[in-house]
Nanobody, 125 residues
């Protein structure tokens, strides 16, 4: 059975940092295209970052230069390092596995095989 469990969310002041983790099991993690997505109250879900199985990464323009996605294949863990956080980064953050269209701009639409339950990030001004 596939499991994706996020952790590391919390409350932080603007300019601070957080690192989100996603522990995965039940599928071929090394060969899976993985991603992070977020959704704020009253807003549509948006793509944050993806990492293709070959190590290539893509980021939303709003987080480029501030966030870094990475993975540890030995541990089946996915990470999102978030620096210089802004109030507009406040959202529920979701880990996704088997993300589609990672080699095109359509990865931002959020078509994926599996989703975690999410972890809340709140940034105060």
């Amino acid at each position: 059975e596939v499991h994706l469990v996020e952790s590391g969310g919390g409350s932080v002041q603007a300019g601070g940092s957080l690192r989100l983790s996603c522990t995965a099991s039940g599928f071929a993690f090394d060969d899976s295209d993985m991603g992070w997505y977020r959704q704020a109250p009253g807003k549509a879900r948006e793509g944050v970052a993806v990492i293709i199985s070959d190590g290539t990464t893509s980021y939303a323009d709003s987080v480029k230069g501030r966030f870094t996605i990475s993975k540890d294949n030995a541990k089946n863990d996915l990470y999102l390092q978030m620096n210089s956080l802004k109030p507009e980064d406040t959202a529920m953050y979701y880990c996704a596995a088997e993300v589609l269209n990672c080699r095109t701009a359509y990865w931002r639409n959020g078509a994926a095989g599996y989703w975690g339950q999410g972890t809340q990030v709140t940034v105060s001004s």
